[in-house]
């Protein structure tokens, strides 16, 4: 990511935090009821211990599995989302960077599931996805939720390449555009390939029409 769209990205989240937040919270995003429980079915076929979820934003899945009495730990870039998550929880949120994550910093020990839900938006995610390895207990899982690469490639085809997101149909609070880098599933399966990383399982939860609304992609460290 150039430093120019990395500005832009923070600035997209630190202008939006307000209308995101009421956008989970008011269940505005339809196709959310889908990847919501997708992702929470996941998460407890691992019957995990501790999680750390990546990108946490303001905070919804902490507090969901807090109630399920999984220990939890959410981080995010974004110090408004943050700020939102805090405010409705004494959950621990903090601010942490994925550059912090993958230098090793923030000191958060070690889980054994790491969950990414629609948050990792970089074209440069091999530092990071490399740096997961030291967070991870040695039987371990990722979990990455993400748009489902067949039905989100938009007017400019399959291929990976920066879009533009306006968050239309979101309802009110969105000030500023989030560019955001998409990718094919080739390109996601060779990212995590490369950085150490294998396929368990593979999922498209879908809608009643039978259209894929996210592509769910549970994976551990190779070898």
């Given at each position: 990511m150039s430093g120019d769209t990395q500005t832009q990205l923070m600035h997209s989240w630190q202008c939006n935090a307000a209308g995101w937040t009421r956008?989970?919270?008011?269940?505005?995003?339809?196709?959310?009821?889908?990847?919501?429980?997708?992702?929470?079915?996941?998460?407890?076929?691992?019957?995990?211990?501790?999680?750390?979820?990546?990108?946490?934003g303001e905070g919804w899945l902490c507090r969901v599995l807090a109630e399920q009495g999984v220990d939890t730990l959410g981080v995010d870039a974004c110090a408004a989302l943050v700020e939102a998550a805090r405010?409705?929880?004494?959950?621990?949120?903090?601010?942490?960077?994925?550059?912090?994550l993958a230098a090793g910093r923030g000191e958060l020990g070690r889980f054994d599931l790491l969950v990414a839900n629609f948050a990792l938006l970089d074209e440069a995610l091999l530092p990071l996805l490399l740096g997961l390895h030291a967070l991870?207990?040695?039987?371990?899982?990722?979990?990455?939720?993400?748009?489902?690469?067949?039905?989100?490639?938009?007017?400019q085809g399959y291929r990976d390449g920066w879009r533009l997101e306006t968050f239309a149909g979101f309802g009110d609070g969105?000030?500023?555009?989030m560019p955001w880098y998409?990718?094919?599933l080739q390109?996601?399966?060779?990212?995590?390939?490369?950085?150490?990383?294998?396929?368990?399982?593979?999922?498209?939860?879908s809608d009643a029409q039978g259209m894929p609304r996210s592509l769910l992609l549970v994976m551990r460290a190779a070898g």
């Open positions: 956008a989970v919270r008011e269940r505005r995003i339809a196709s959310r009821q889908i990847t919501d429980a997708a992702l929470l079915e996941a998460i407890a076929e691992r019957a995990p211990r501790r999680v750390l979820d990546i990108g946490c405010q409705v929880s004494a959950l621990d949120y903090r601010v942490c960077s994925y550059a912090d991870l207990e040695p039987d371990g899982h990722l979990l990455i939720q993400t748009v489902h690469p067949w039905t989100a490639s938009g007017e969105f000030a500023a555009p998409f990718r094919t390109s996601w399966l060779e990212v995590l390939r490369a950085a150490g990383f294998s396929l368990c399982s593979l999922r498209e939860p």
